[in-house]
């Protein structure tokens, strides 16, 4: 059983991660890390996907069908799972998965900052902006991780969607965010590694050329999935393909949780 840190970069297309994200693409060159594509479930959209990363079923299951569905989830959750089971639960992410997992609607300044042993989140850290700076949720990451050391958690940088709405995919902005996310989790990575961390770098979601996403083409459901294991045991670049909805059974497997019958696919790690 392992500790897990699974980071979501919002909108962070595959083929701009291998072409722009040099630490990562370099511990899958040296055989640290493993390199899966992995096709996204639709809707492309931000919140469906927070809810199936974390639940393993599609949107037709989880009832969370766009961005405007604002409730808890009603579906087995890998936060509730791991909380039922002694686990500490923690993530720096958008309200949003406050939302769906500890209270709906999300309240800028009651839920910013929790710390309760009482909710599937037991230590979160929450933004509602868009704009709000990789680096200072990064930060918060690291923080968390030093200070509680969670078995489980969730980072959640929303630059590339932020990015990729404002100039596009198709951009010097989305494309040097892509490098700011690499050289930051450059510098974060070896020492969650050193502390037994298991780090797993994917994705919601991509982002096109029109500055959007949400339909159904490979820039939009193409993202990426590092998964780099502390003790430096990766496979290279495996050239194939996961479904979206592996990851949270993986995520259940790797953490010595019980996999619920919802979760269908199979563990990919
Ligand atoms: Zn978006």
């Given at each position: 059983m392992s500790k897990v840190i699974?980071?979501?970069?919002?909108?962070?297309?595959?083929?701009?991660?291998?072409?722009?994200?040099?630490?990562?693409?370099?511990?899958?060159?040296?055989?640290?890390?493993?390199?899966?594509?992995?096709?996204?479930?639709?809707?492309?959209?931000?919140?469906?996907?927070?809810e199936t990363l974390h639940t393993g079923v599609p949107a037709s299951k989880?009832?969370?069908?766009?961005?405007?569905?604002?409730r808890r989830s009603k579906m087995p959750n890998?936060?509730?799972?791991?909380?039922?089971n002694n686990k500490t639960t923690a993530a720096a992410a958008y309200g949003w998965v406050s939302d769906l997992y500890n209270r709906a609607p999300y309240d800028p300044i009651d839920d910013r900052e929790v710390d309760d042993p009482n909710l599937l989140i037991q230590h979160g850290r929450f933004y509602i902006e868009d704009s709000y700076p990789d680096s200072e949720l990064f930060a918060t990451a690291g923080m968390?991780?030093?200070?509680?050391?969670?078995?489980?958690l969730l980072v959640h940088p929303m630059g590339m969607d932020y990015l990729g709405h404002t100039y596009s995919s198709?951009?010097?902005?989305?494309?040097?965010?892509?490098?700011?996310?690499?050289?930051?989790?450059?510098?974060?990575?070896?020492?969650?590694?050193?502390?037994?961390?298991?780090?797993?770098?994917?994705?919601?979601?991509?982002?096109?050329?029109?500055?959007?996403?949400?339909?159904?083409?490979?820039?939009?459901?193409?993202?990426?999935?590092?998964?780099?294991?502390?003790?430096?045991?990766?496979?290279?670049?495996?050239?194939?393909?996961?479904?979206?909805?592996?990851?949270?059974?993986?995520?259940?497997?790797?953490?010595g949780l019980p996999i619920p019958e919802t979760m269908t696919q199979t563990p990919f790690a």
């Open positions: 699974l980071v979501v970069c919002d909108a962070l297309r595959d083929d701009t991660a291998r072409q722009q994200m040099g630490y990562l693409e370099h511990l899958v060159e040296a055989k640290a890390a493993t390199r899966y594509k992995v096709i996204g479930e639709l809707p492309s959209m931000s919140r469906p996907m927070y989880h009832g969370v069908t766009n961005n405007r569905v604002v890998v936060f509730q799972i791991a909380s039922e968390l991780v030093r200070k509680f050391q969670p078995d489980y198709d951009s010097q902005e989305y494309r040097n965010n892509a490098i700011e996310q690499d050289q930051i989790m450059a510098n974060l990575i070896p020492e969650w590694l050193e502390a037994g961390y298991i780090v797993i770098v994917t994705a919601d979601h991509g982002m096109t050329s029109d500055k959007m996403h949400g339909g159904t083409s490979l820039e939009v459901r193409q993202v990426p999935l590092y998964f780099i294991p502390p003790d430096g045991q990766g496979k290279g670049d495996t050239n194939t393909t996961l479904s979206q909805l592996q990851i949270a059974p993986t995520v259940c497997h790797l953490l």
